[in-house]
């Protein structure tokens, strides 16, 4: 069975989502974040480990023999040294299309924002301009 690690999954899980149909490929233990001190001792007798910001560097790779794969839970691979990753023979992926449509929503919200002044008017109206103004309409 093959021992699946997720060193910091709290911001790809958070309180909604689980971790349950990895089960199905082995034995899954999930922490929600992972210091530094404690990535080898975690990942221990690992297979897979599953990060999103963990640095995980040659000295990780040499003292995790089993380890064969590492999927990144984001699109960037700049936390994994890839050259020894590569040197240990552990293959390692990321999510490269992480985020397109909400990114693409977010910039048309921050379009929407700035040209029709969405945050000035609401942070007026939390103020309470609108109630003080002295006609119907603000």
Known sequence: MKKIVILDGYTTVRDDLNWDIFKQLGEVIAYDRTPPELVIERAKDADI????KVI???KQFENLPKLKYV??????VNNIDLESAKEFQIKVNNVPEYGTDSVAQCIFAHILN???AVQTHSQAVKD??????PDICF
């Open 49 to 52: 480990i599953l990060t999103n």
């Open 128 to 133: 309470g301009a609108w109630t003080r103004s």
């Open 56 to 58: 995980l560097g040659r």
């Open 114 to 116: 700035i040209s029709n």
């Open 71 to 76: 999927g990144i839970l984001a699109t960037g």
